[in-house]
């Protein structure tokens, strides 16, 4: 079934996108698989009407670019993140206690720490190591088996245990590595796993970033199938989803899709969300097909619409209390529009209508999300994005339970539901 086939996609995806660079690699194969050409942001550009290109910054962020034949005179934007919350190692991260090799840490964006322990851990991210004629060299490490775990304290020796004690991330989250392992050089293990990944046994590895992720494989869940769960949900959901429409769309209309990275961490990077990327890219693409100057920049950003997607939180069955009553989304209740009235969102009604209208044409329900006025209110890259661009900007997402937990659940029909209507807001003639 067409739905099944979908999720496949997905569970694939998300399997081989343990890291925001992973995720962008996977993403780059994609489209170009699908005929988009690969710009480097570092040569002058070439661009036609009809041209469908991508660029990333930092190996972690990619925009997709669809130009229409016609004449450029307005974008279909739709915005997402390509990093999650977890466990990223320190520089000098191996230290030892009772016998045991473990790597220190440190928190990635607002982890749930909990759900970490007793998890069966692999190790990725990007290494930068030094070849023997002295060249310089970014990879991609995907330590893809079980390495690495987060003992519990038995409730024996900790009696308070279910009680709401406090996790100390400096003391208490180091991951065990290796019995015996007082004197081990990391970088030497490190080594190995790279000589064993890309058959590379004569390098120095000289910089990484690296984090853990959680080896269990995506799965549907539920008597009939009805929730997805996985690590990273938040938000590669919105990345596949985004990806999955803009390669359905008909092609006709010009389109982009962004995700960048250190959303969770507040976006404030190069390659994030309040940094130059998507604007760099916007201006010299209107630079050589909108006209160029200033006023012909601002009249295509004006014209344009973006959505951003990022998830939303889902009425939990045991915590009601926790939604306000009249805005609690429903797991498979299809997707929904998010709204803040102090612009933690980036939703009004003007761009909240015609995403309405998107669903109604698509056939798809719409739901809203709203906090309870005495809980504070996450964010995501819209406002971050309407602020530095000036686009008309709304939020969306896929309603989630457990979010920034090591493992997160969705609705399994949801995916299809939101990649429905994404498509249709990638083909829509009209913006207004």
Not at 116 to 129: I, P, T
Not at 148 to 168: Q, T, V, W, Y
Not at 221 to 246: M, T, W
Not at 316 to 339: C, E, M, R, S, T
Request: hydrophobic share 40%.
């Amino acid at each position: 079934m067409p739905q099944d086939d979908l999720l496949e996609r997905l569970f694939d995806f998300l399997r081989r996108s343990p890291t925001p660079w992973h995720a962008t690699a996977n993403m780059a194969a994609r489209l170009e698989a699908a005929g988009f050409r690969r710009l480097d942001e570092r040569e002058a550009w070439q661009l036609a009407p009809g041209d469908r290109v991508f660029v990333t910054r930092n190996d972690s962020s990619i925009i997709a670019l669809q130009l229409p034949e016609d004449g450029l005179s307005a974008l279909r934007m739709i915005g997402a993140h390509t990093d999650s919350p977890g466990l990223r190692l320190k520089p000098n991260a191996a230290q030892t206690a009772a016998g045991w090799l473990q790597l220190g840490v440190e928190t990635y964006g607002g982890v749930l720490l909990a759900p970490w322990f007793d998890r069966d851990l692999g190790l990725s991210g990007r290494v930068h190591v030094r070849h023997p004629d002295g060249r310089l060299e970014g990879l991609l490490l995907d330590v893809d088996r079980p390495v690495a775990i987060i003992p519990s304290l038995a409730i024996h020796l900790d009696r308070e245990a279910n009680d709401g004690r406090a996790l100390n991330a400096q003391t208490q989250m180091a991951p065990v590595l290796l019995q015996g392992g007082e004197g081990t050089d990391l970088t030497r293990l490190l080594q190995g796993w790279i000589a064993e990944q890309h058959g590379l046994d004569d390098i120095e590895l000289i910089d990484f970033e690296l984090g853990f992720h959680d080896m269990q494989p995506p799965a549907r869940v539920g008597v009939q199938g009805e929730l997805i769960a996985s690590a990273r949900l938040d938000n590669l959901l919105s990345c596949f989803i985004g990806l999955e429409a803009l390669l359905a769309s008909d092609g006709r209309q010009g389109a982009v899709l962004v995700a960048n990275d250190h959303e969770e961490v507040g976006s404030a990077s190069a390659c994030g969300a309040q940094g130059p990327f998507l604007g760099d890219v916007l201006r010299r693409v209107s630079e050589r097909l909108g006209g160029g100057g200033e006023e012909a920049y601002i009249r295509l950003i004006q014209a344009s619409r973006m959505i951003s997607c990022d998830n939303a939180h889902a009425l939990h069955p045991n915590f009601p209390d926790k939604h306000d009553a009249a805005h609690g989304p429903a797991l498979n209740g299809g997707p929904v529009i998010k709204v803040n009235a102090n612009q933690r969102y980036a939703t009004n009604s003007a761009t909240a209508a015609m995403f309405r209208e998107l669903c109604r044409q698509a056939e798809v329900p719409v739901q809203t999300f709203v906090t309870r006025a005495d809980m504070g209110c996450g964010s995501t890259i819209g406002p971050i994005t309407a602020t530095e661009l000036g686009v008309p900007t709304l939020d969306v997402g896929v309603p989630q339970w457990a979010m920034h937990s090591i493992r997160e659940t969705a609705g399994s029909q949801d995916v299809a539901a939101l990649t429905r209507v994404l498509a249709a807001f990638c083909n829509r003639a009209e913006l207004d």
